[in-house]
């Protein structure tokens, strides 16, 4: 988080800078959740919006600096993103994934907790109230597909066409004119979530405080969360009847 946090420092202030992309080198996981050993890490979670924008808990503020960077960021999906790592597809201006090994997931629930990086306001405008919900309660994988149906993404596309796919748009944003995407980016501006990213935290900070949160999130790493065979079914592995 802090290298990512960096890196989007310093492209803010990068003008030869259009567009941005975020690809994976492992092909099975595009980006992870929150590491669940910060439940015996009390200063991890003593003040999570310490060094954070007022009104933001660090999680939210990374979410942020990508949602409202002056390039275009896109995200190019091919494995699981879960939790944080989905909150990040969710916060980059465009997200293209592939059809099949791609797969989207806020787990937080089932850890007894909410989504604490912006993912429930990032849902709410991207798929609708209805969807969010589910999404949030329901807590599954979902498929490249349905959540380009959803809203989620932008686009689910055939897993030997997503790399040429992207590259081509990318580099056709790239070559618009001097100032053609800030003038866009102006004209189409990030909506204002300052209001629901507090009740975001306040929710997510309440819960995380209750047993039920150190409990489950224990169990799960127990039952071989955070390796890579249990990060492939993690949510059935975090319901009982995968324990």
Avoid: C
Wanted: hydrophobic share 45%; net charge negative; proline share 5%.
């Amino acid at each position: 988080m802090a290298e990512l946090t960096t890196l989007m420092r310093e492209l803010r202030d990068d003008e030869t800078a259009k567009v941005v992309v975020f690809a994976s080198a492992d092909p099975e996981f595009f980006l992870a959740h929150v590491d669940m050993t910060l439940v015996d890490d009390a200063d991890a979670v003593a003040d999570p919006t310490a060094g954070a924008p007022d009104g933001l808990n660090v999680f939210q503020a990374l979410g942020e600096a990508l949602r409202t960077a002056p390039q275009v960021t896109i995200v190019k999906l091919a494995g699981l993103a879960r939790g944080g790592g989905a909150e990040f597809v969710a916060a980059a201006d465009l997200a293209f994934a592939a059809i099949g090994p791609a797969g989207l997931g806020q787990i937080e629930t089932l850890g007894g907790i909410v989504p604490g990086g912006g993912g429930t306001q990032y849902l709410l405008h991207r798929t609708g109230r209805n969807r969010a919900l589910e999404i949030v309660l329901g807590a599954d994988l979902f498929d490249a597909e349905t959540a380009e149906r959803y809203g989620w993404i932008n686009r689910a596309l055939p897993a030997d066409e997503l790399d040429s796919f992207v590259d081509r748009l990318a580099r056709n944003i790239a070559d618009l004119p001097e100032g053609t995407v800030a003038a866009v980016k102006s004209a189409l501006p990030a909506y204002d979530l300052s209001a629901g990213m507090l009740r975001e935290h306040n929710a997510w900070a309440s819960q995380f405080a209750r047993p039920a949160a150190d409990k489950l999130f224990r169990a799960a790493l127990a039952a071989g969360a955070q390796t890579r065979d249990g990060e492939r079914n993690l949510e059935e592995l975090f319901r009982p009847a995968g324990r």
